[in-house]
């Protein structure tokens, strides 16, 4: 699917021009969440966001076909800082941001983390010709609102928590008594922001512990900001998973494959690299292929018909198996919490799946993101 090749320092020195073919520009833009939050043109992402970034900025190229553009802030270093990968990488043009300044852009097709209001305006003050491929104020709004946690648990909770065997409950509220109505029904829960990065923006309201003003500051803060605070029940969660899709933008929507992915204290940590079938039976120790299919089923249809030519790309649906109690059963039977979150945008998982691509059908692998002074991506025998 990806092919092969050494990236070579050259292409941007030599800016080469574009060919007849519409061209792809893949950018790395993991701040993405956060500039969704934001949502003003000119962003500035936290230390660690833009560190992730420059750190890790020809990623792209592990999924991206051969002769695209992949933006990066310096060519010598990432052929350094990408030796280990090549087995993996398509033979991609590494550009810069000084490179596209001097081209005559046309017909690029952009192709980032993610869509948003910061991007545009990093792209246009690279190059104004980028005025006639970036994304419409408008069509961005959109996105926007479909990248938010509101929208998700409007559109697709409820219908995912149809089947038997799933669980999973999501409150909008406007303001501190709607909060202070939920909570006050007993029981622990997640708060979490409209937008933010996943596992970032939550805080945790818990039975048995006195609340404290910090986190009647934060939760009265986000309904300022954002205008709503998300509710969720905190559950016994067994296993994080994921399952990834993309969306042509005629209304089709195909899945793409399974995503295990290690977290800590709810922050990614890494993959697990393998063929899906491995990725499956280890999933149906817990819950039965027949609900995941159905499930995974239930989202393509509903997302194609949500989305239709509004976005066209990747994304991925964050789900966890939970221990619960099922109608007439006991407490400790498994259950599926079929939208954790909805990630309207390139996921990690699509990128575990772009380097499973290149295993034999029984290698097991992990991929490892870790930091030693700086944002390193490993593949190591899992």
Not at 87 to 97: L, S, W
Not at 165 to 172: E, L, Y
Not at 277 to 306: D, F, H, T, W
Request: hydrophobic share 40%.
């Amino acid at each position: 699917m990806f092919p092969n090749g050494i990236p070579s320092a050259e292409y941007c020195y030599f800016c080469i021009t574009f060919s007849e073919r519409k061209m792809k520009l893949h950018i790395f833009n993991p701040e993405h969440d956060l500039a969704l939050a934001a949502n003003i043109p000119n962003f500035t992402a936290p230390h660690a966001a833009r560190q992730l970034r420059a750190d890790l900025d020809f990623l792209p190229a592990l999924w991206a076909d051969e002769g695209d553009w992949v933006l990066v802030d310096d060519v010598d270093a990432v052929v350094r800082r990408t030796r280990h990968l090549r087995r993996y990488m398509a033979d991609v043009e590494f550009v810069t941001p000084k490179c596209l300044g001097e081209r005559e852009i046309d017909r690029v097709d952009i192709q980032p983390w993610g869509h948003d209001i910061a991007l545009n305006y990093q792209l246009l003050q690279m190059n104004p010709a980028f005025a006639d491929n970036v994304l419409s104020d408008f069509r961005l709004g959109q996105q926007r609102q479909m990248s938010g946690r509101p929208w998700a648990a409007k559109h697709l909770l409820p219908a995912l928590t149809e089947f038997d065997g799933t669980v999973g409950k999501s409150w909008i509220v406007t303001s501190m008594d709607g909060l202070r109505e939920i909570v006050d029904g007993g029981g622990d829960f997640v708060l979490k922001a409209p937008w933010s990065s996943s596992g970032r923006g939550n805080r945790y309201w818990l039975s048995d512990r006195e609340v404290d003003t910090h986190l009647l500051g934060w939760c009265d803060n986000i309904i300022r900001k954002q205008h709503a605070l998300m509710v969720e029940p905190l559950y016994n969660k067994v296993l994080d998973f994921g399952v990834e899709f993309y969306a042509s933008g005629d209304g089709q929507v195909n899945y793409l494959g399974l995503s295990m992915f290690r977290t800590v204290h709810g922050v990614y940590r890494g993959n697990l690299l393998m063929a899906e079938r491995q990725k499956e039976e280890r999933l149906q120790s817990y819950i039965p292929a027949r609900l995941i299919q159905e499930v995974c089923n239930r989202i393509a249809l509903l997302m194609g018909e949500l989305l239709g030519n509004t976005y066209i790309g990747p994304f991925g649906v964050d789900m966890m198996v939970v221990t619960g109690a099922k109608k007439g059963g006991s407490t400790g039977d498994f259950l599926l919490h079929p939208m954790v979150e909805l990630n309207l945008r390139r996921t990690m998982g699509h990128v575990a799946l772009s380097l499973s691509a290149h295993l034999n059908e029984d290698e097991k692998r992990v991929m490892v993101i870790d930091y030693a002074d700086r944002y390193r991506l490993h593949v190591v025998r899992g």
